[in-house]
């Protein structure tokens, strides 16, 4: 199994955070504010919310490039975002972009392979597809101190990506991760065979505008029996809510970060998380209430706090199942503790 390594430097040895933001597009129904106003526009009404975190990753849910045009087959949407808008996410020192998504392709294997080359070229690290099944499977480790985080990036299967879209990475076949029974227990294995603590494992599944399907439930019980510690689930362009499974969180989805389409959804919130991690597991994971709906933030999601911000979050623990965690709500955050 392959491995990319992030090696963390700063900060306390002993304690590693980890942001993760939900899908993620600049440009499409905002091209013209952007234009206007700058790549920066839509991060603006964030706040703070991921400036203390080590590692930035997001759901990059589009191909970035410039020669690679979209695909002709049938799909209703397809994107394709500007190498210049990495830009912005360099400025906000954003780490990690995972790929494994249903829009990786939009500008086909040109468009992935150019996707990677402008990701590598800002030294940011891109996970979940590649030219190849092997690529495509590479994990990322992160090491800071005596502590190894591993993050396994995957999508849920879908007959049209496969049959039509060739979307799926194959021995020989570029696309993304798919993920399979036999691939995530070997995967998991190899990891901890390298000394890896913690295993995240982040899957792009379900449906759009629509609650946990059974599909993600039964996916959600594999990848917990196959040892991994946490899952940070994302797709349905809205939240969903956050489950225990055998003591290990799942998050179902945690919406959309910055997604610049039109607004969609009947729910308004995205819920962006960062985990808090020792070398003895995870100890606490802050969760950010964040306004998405683009027909009310016009494309500036905005970071919820005082009151609206405490009701978001009664919202989400309330059609949530946590278990044994430990909840609070701040005038800014939701904190879970073991």
Known sequence: ??????????????????????????????????????????????????KSADVRVVNLETPVCENASRITLEKKYKYKMSPNALNVFEKHNFNI????????????????????????????????????????????????????????NYMNYKPYYDETLNHYASINHGGVNLISEELIKDDIKNLRLNGVNIIIVSIHWGLNYKPITNEQRQLAKLIIEAGADIIVGHGSHQYQPINIIQ????F???????????????LTYGFPITLH????????????????????????????????GVSALYELYANSNLGNFLITKLSDRGLMYL
């Open 1 to 50: 199994m392959d491995i990319q390594e992030y090696n963390v430097l700063n900060g306390e040895k002993d304690h590693l955070s980890i942001f993760f933001g939900g899908d993620t597009l600049l440009g499409n129904a905002a091209k013209n504010i952007i234009k206007q106003e700058g790549y920066d526009y839509p991060f603006l009404k964030l706040g703070e919310l991921y």
């Open 97 to 152: 972009f995972l790929l494994a998504n249903n829009h990786s392709t939009d500008c086909g294997m040109e468009g992935l392979e150019e996707t990677i080359d402008h990701l590598n070229s800002k030294k940011m690290f891109a996970v979940g597809a590649g030219s190849n099944l092997q690529e495509a499977r590479r994990a990322i480790v992160i090491n800071k101190g005596d502590i190894k985080v591993g993050i396994l």
């Open 247 to 250: 003591g290990k969180p799942v």
């Open 252 to 266: 179902y989805s945690i919406g959309n970060f910055v997604f610049n389409t039109p607004g969609r959804s009947p």
């Open 277 to 308: 991690i020792s070398k003895n597991g995870l100890n606490k994971v802050e969760i950010f209430p964040i306004l998405t709906n683009n027909r009310i933030v016009n494309y500036q999601p905005i970071h919820l706090t005082g009151l609206v």
